[in-house]
């Protein structure tokens, strides 16, 4: 019979992602929100606000 691990690490995961998966799901802390939040988009210099 296999041996299953109660938990896997965070850092094993987050290895096995494609570089595409890990902006897809990032996020960043906010404070005044009480937590981690999908990031939204960052303008780029020099594009017109539409």
């Known amino acids: 019979m296999p041996k299953f691990r109660p938990s896997v690490p965070m850092s094993e995961l987050r ?14 802390y906010q404070a005044s929100r009480g937590g981690h939040f999908p990031t939204k988009d960052k303008p780029v210099p020099g594009t017109p606000r539409s």
């Open 15 to 28: 290895d096995k992602m494609s570089d595409a998966d890990k902006q897809k799901h990032e996020t960043t």
